[in-house]
Each structure stands twice: as C-alpha cells, then as structure tokens.
C-alpha cells in the first residue's frame, strides 16, 4: 500500500465535505451525540459505518477479533459504558459477520499461542450450543452458525452489565444482534428473543 495516497485521499475526503458544507468541520469538532454503540469485528473487510450509510458524528464504535464483549476486558468494558452513561446512546449493537477468521479459528483444535484464551471466549459459546452445531453436517453452515451464536451471547453479555440494566429500565435503551454477509453486503438483524433467553437466567444476573 503506497501510503502517500491515503493522505492524498484525505484532503479529497476534506474537499468533498467542504463542496457539500462549508462548516462540516467546524459542526464536526462542537462534539459528538450518537445514538447507537456499534460493537463489530476488527477484520478490514467489515467497515461500521460505512455498511451502515452513516457518517462521522452518527455512530459511537468499538471493534475487536470476533466481536466479543468479555466482562474483564477493561477496553470494551470502557467504552460500553461511556457510550451509555455519557454519551446517553440508545442502542447497542453486537454485528458479527460471515468468514469470521475469529470464529474459525475458534472451531480449530491448534495452538494459537496469545490467542488462545481470547478464543476460549469462543469455544465456551460453542459449549453453550453443542448440541445445535454438532447436529449441522454442513461445516460451513455450521460455522455461519456459530457466527450467529456468537452473536447472541455477546448481547447476553452486554445485558448482564449494570450499565445496561440501568439504562434500559430509565430511557428504554435496546440491544440488538446483527451479522453482516460479506458476500451478499447485507446487515441482517437475528430478532434474538432475549426475553425467553434471560428468562432462566434473570434472577442470577440482575443488578438493582
């Protein structure tokens, strides 16, 4: 990558904004209110707000391999509850994507060396649903699967913090699950039923 053109790019990028408003970035520089945290994977290919049709200003982002919201990971910890407390953002989303190289490799029986007990994170999902995903022969299914799953326990991750529970009981706040097909472009929300998954597990997790 000949690094000379992003910075090309970049005051292109700037004279287009210009063209359009002539005080985008002074706009731009008065603060930020989002109205959605979007917690992605870090793979190049899955860009926040661009697959979005959103802007700079319009969305609050945290990425990291497989999009996961471990509770002792200080970093997502952080953000999840700036973006919630200070930001005051009423939607939180959890977007995996297809060909997650995160998720296969979690589904791989290797030695990955300092990724392997981020991937536990995985495999414990996995765990969770081994009797739905052993039942699936098609192993590419069954990795688009596990995508999804992911997915779904991140959100239940997320609602097991006080930070959620709180803002979900005073402005409504919601948590959503969505995956990304890199291979059609298409954002697909799973319309996870929290309510019949916590239902079992409310009373462990909930937080006053």
Request: some cysteine.
């Amino acid at each position: 990558m000949n690094l000379d053109r992003v910075f090309q790019n970049n005051k292109q990028w700037i004279k287009e904004k210009l063209d359009v408003d002539a005080h985008y970035f002074e706009n731009l520089g008065e603060g930020q209110n989002p109205e959605l945290l979007f917690i992605g994977c870090s793979d190049s290919r899955v860009t926040a707000e661009e697959l979005m049709g959103l802007g700079p200003g319009d969305v609050f982002v945290h990425r990291n391999i497989a999009n996961m919201v471990i509770s002792i990971d200080l970093n997502v910890m952080s953000v999840v509850n700036y973006a919630v407390e200070h930001l005051k953002v009423n939607h939180v989303v959890v977007c995996g994507h297809y060909a997650c190289g995160g998720v296969k490799a979690a589904m791989q029986s290797a030695d990955l060396g300092i990724l392997n007990p981020w991937l536990r994170n995985i495999r414990d999902v996995y765990r969770i649903h081994k009797t739905e995903l052993n039942a699936i022969v098609d192993e590419e299914k069954k990795y688009d699967r596990l995508v999804e799953l992911n997915v779904q326990e991140q959100c239940v991750n997320l609602i097991k913090t006080a930070a959620i529970q709180k803002a979900a009981r005073e402005r409504g706040l919601i948590v959503h699950g969505w995956v990304f097909d890199v291979h059609t472009g298409e954002l697909i929300d799973l319309k996870i039923d929290f309510e019949n998954i916590l239902e079992s597990i409310r009373e462990i997790y909930h937080l006053d």
